[in-house]
């Protein structure tokens, strides 16, 4: 019987170091796929400021302003004046909060009802 036991508890220990011997490489990989990941996401980031620079430099207003010049005749754009702009007084502005407290009050429209009639005076 203690034979058995021993071999048994032989063969846990193998049992959980192959466990063990498992994990350490799964966990071993799943570094190494967080390490690539990251290294990933440094490089888009670098690639994205790159493009918003980019972006920055083709939208100088000069150059823009030029390229209208150059292509007048196939676009037509003109420059911006400032009589083109609207006024404040055009915007529409959401009402005050009071007159929304105003105006969730119910109103009669039609009248007084049958029990409520008086007589008006002519």
Known sequence: MRAFLSVLAALGVMALAFWAYRENYATQAALDEVQRLERRIAETREA???????????NRPDRLRDLAELNFDRLGLLPLLPEQFGTVDAVAFPPPPGLLQMSAA???VVGPGPQQQEEIPE
């Open 48 to 58: 994205l400021s790159v493009l918003r620079a980019e972006w920055a430099y083709l």
């Open 106 to 108: 119910p109103v009669d």
